[in-house]
């Protein structure tokens, strides 16, 4: 069965798409609602030829400030122009390397909010990405209670995103294609598109997994799946709160003309943590720390997306150090 709309416009019908880039000029032909950003989008942006004069810009406007300092700038520049092109919100990422300080990450969200309402934005209109440790959630509480709202991210298992929904996370982000590329590897020649892909898809069964809990235990935190390796994955999760998406993804999802059905459901809620024997989990530290501990995917997926972002901002540092 196909349509002669696009799959992006049948699926704007039933989900809140938001485009994966710092690239503003790219993400306008899609017309997503937000966009999200992390360091790595945004330190492949300012290589980009046509970004030059937006950074050097920053960089001449803060004359001998410290490239640790100076990213922040970079950051919010990049925000301000993605806050042009989209109606929505812009998720802008606090430095990984505060991941286990809560705060330490709570001083850097109120310094980013600070430089966006300096430029006269709305802080409703800003999503502050943390990772999702114990101390990322907890500073997501602190910040919360203030009106700064969250995009609690490098969520790979359910326990991450009970607690983030505990301390009123404005937003989460299951990373479904890191989850997928893990299993993939530790199965290795046992791994078979027809069994393991389309609606069996480890990263799409997670979402799933987060989305029916949240609906049935009545949490209003936002679940936006990220991180997406095709659109098969994407299609899957059709009826999740919003989705956010690369700009190639958006690209061939405009090309194609295939059927989008609503596959994520919130009346199949409580049958289908019924099915799995799910209750409502243990959150305070201890419990959270052995039950991700417990989850190998996640507890090595949550470390080694911390570790490239570090690397990332590093790269980002050096980049305005020149």
Not at 61 to 83: N, Q, S, T
Not at 126 to 138: D, N
Not at 226 to 231: D, E, H, L, V
Not at 290 to 301: F, R, V, Y
Request: glycine share 6%; proline share 3%.
């Amino acid at each position: 069965m196909t349509s002669s709309a696009t799959a992006l416009s049948q699926l704007k019908q039933l989900t809140i798409v938001v485009a994966d880039t710092g690239d503003f000029e790219r993400m306008r032909e899609y017309q997503p609602q937000d966009a999200t950003t992390n360091p790595s989008l945004i330190l492949k942006a300012a290589q980009q030829a046509n970004y030059q004069a937006l950074v050097n810009q920053v960089k001449s406007a803060h004359p001998g400030m410290k490239p640790v300092d100076l990213v922040d700038y970079i950051l919010v520049a990049f925000g301000l122009e993605i806050l042009k092109t989209v109606p929505g919100r812009v998720s802008t990422e606090v430095d990984a390397r505060l991941s286990f300080d809560t705060q330490a990450t709570i001083s850097k969200a109120k310094h980013l909010i600070a430089l966006y309402e300096s430029h006269g934005i709305d802080r409703k209109r800003v999503l502050i990405k943390l990772a999702g440790t114990w101390e990322g959630i907890q500073a997501a509480k602190a910040l919360e209670a203030e009106g700064i709202h969250c995009n609690m991210t490098l969520l790979f298992s359910l326990v991450q995103a009970a607690a983030c929904g505990a301390v009123n996370a404005k937003l989460i982000s299951p990373f479904v294609g890191r989850i997928t590329d893990w299993h993939k590897a530790k199965l290795g020649s046992n791994w078979n598109d027809v069994n393991n892909g389309g609606a069996n898809d480890p990263g799409v069964t997670s979402v799933k997994r987060i989305f029916h809990y949240y609906k049935n235990f009545g949490i209003a935190t936002e679940i936006m799946g990220a991180s997406f390796r095709n659109i098969s994955q994407i299609l899957e999760l059709a009826g999740c709160d919003l989705l956010t998406i690369s700009p190639e993804l958006l690209g061939d999802l405009q090309k194609s003309t295939a059927a989008v059905e609503i596959k994520l459901n919130v009346s199949n809620a409580a049958s289908a943590l019924a099915s799995e024997n799910i209750s409502p989990l243990k959150l305070d530290e201890s419990n959270f720390r052995l039950q991700l501990n417990n989850d190998a995917m996640a507890t090595e997926k949550l470390a080694e997306g911390i570790r490239n972002f570090c690397i990332d901002t590093e790269k980002l540092e050096a980049l305005l150090s020149n």
